[in-house]
């Protein structure tokens, strides 16, 4: 759950970066809770639906795939993700579109299982110019492993009258 | 939806059990498993004259399915098409549920669902869209298929399958669309009767 919140987090920070003029045009607050209800087939074109779609739904799987995800899970994970972008995220603009609900996840985790396995193909060259490459096809392996190497630690402090938070990072 | 959140239900039984035994051509195993191939299709446009007659290009699928037994599944398809139509170019996208039966190592499918057809004037509009701002029309009607296929399996353990596969589509309604920056706007819609029949083969393998 950390991981699709941390997920989702960075989806609202990218909308509302990349579609600020969109959201300023046409973005209500009733366009954000009433569009869930009304998922309909879009008219975007191929561009859209097919590359900048599949290319998201690569990050997707690719992120929780650099987190130790199975491919099932990942997949899984790719999907809930993008169920989250189409009914909480995106729906201040737009309302839910079936193809995007579909694509993005399935074709996304199609084309991130090749440029997972594409990537350690590169990375096991053993060169810089070939580990630069695999970074540039699957990113998300930079991401640190935080929780895994045991770098970062967090506790919840819940008393009566106060919440907080304990967190200790090593270096 | 209901049938999407019935599909995510699935998906989340799936992931909650191991699968026993390893997928193979004549003895599927149970659960979730994903296809991706692609191939070429035939189309032909019975469009009013609007556009005509036969179409040819390439297209690839995906179909998402969950395995109830070692013969039987139900999946959740998406078949994208590219159709190049005298001077049209048309963007199809087939999302259909259906059902999936294994006869040995054959199998044959039938679906049914939403298909729009998107056709990209490319500058040259059909008569009644000249002098319009319409750059594109979108169709939207429902989609009836049936796929009959073979899968194979290689010493690696890799499945694949060859397919070929036939669908139904009636255009019910078109809209003329024209870009707005990014934004598709509909500049008019209206009810059509047109009907679009294809013969696709693919071939394709299981992803997982």
Redesign the interface.
Known sequence: MLNFGALYAFQWSFYLYSQKDEIRRNGTLRNWYNHPFGPRFDKDSFEYNIFKHSLTGNYYYLFYRSRNYSEKDAFFWSFMSSLAFEFTVETVTEVPSYQDIYQTPVFGAVLGIGSEKLSHYFHAKNTWYWHTLGYILNPMTLIPQFAREKKVAAMPIIDKNKVGALVSWSF | ?RL?FLF?LL??T??AKEEEYKFRPNYWSKG?H?A?GGGVNGTYYDANERFGNWGYGLNGK?D?GYFFTNRFAVE?S?N?K?NRVTNYLV?D?L?TFGLRYRIKDFYVRAFAG?A?T?V?FNGHPPKEYKGTSAS?L?Y?GPVFGLAVGKMFEEKNGLIWFLETSATFQKLDDR?A?KMNG???V?VSREKDSSRLYSLYFMIGVL??
Do not use: C, E
């Open positions: 939806m999407i995510l998906i989340n799936a992931l979730l994903l991706v995906t998402l959740w998406s994208v590219f963007f996208t999302i939403k729009p998107v990209f594109r979108q939207d809209q669309i990014q934004t598709p509909v992803i997982f």
